[in-house]
């Protein structure tokens, strides 16, 4: 059974920073692809960012790059996004999802994702 499990979320005052996790169990993790995502109240899920499988390509979405960085530890079976210069607009609930694939490339389409975790709600506070 696959779960992915996100831990780090909280309340958080504008400008500060918080490290998200994502654990990977009952999966070959170094074969796939990961990817954060978050859903604020009323909104669709959004891409954040998103990671091969090696680790060295990363994607990010206009709204976090230079501000979210995405790494990932095969060995840990955990993905990471470390957020800094947080905004009250980054409040939402952040998901990470993992999809099988073998090439180096990094999945920034919600639709091609396997599985999911369950979320973690982070508020920034202005």
């Known amino acids: 059974q696959v779960q992915l499990v996100e831990s780090g979320g909280g309340l958080v005052q504008a400008g500060g920073s918080l490290r998200l996790s994502c654990v990977a169990s009952?999966?070959?993790?170094?074969?796939?692809?990961m990817g954060w995502f978050r859903q604020a109240p009323g909104k669709e899920r959004e891409f954040v960012a998103a990671?091969?499988?090696?680790?060295?390509?990363?994607s990010y979405a206009d709204s976090v790059k230079g501000r979210f960085t995405i790494s990932r530890d095969n060995p840990k079976v955990t993905v990471y996004l470390q957020m800094k210069s947080l905004k009250p607009e980054d409040t939402a609930v952040y998901y990470c999802a993992g999809r099988k694939i073998l090439t180096i490339t990094t999945v920034t389409d919600i639709k091609e994702y396997d599985y999911w975790g369950q979320g973690t709600q982070v508020t920034v506070s202005s």
């Open positions: 009952g999966l070959t993790f170094s074969s796939y692809a």
């Open positions: 990671i091969d499988w090696t680790g060295v390509q990363t």
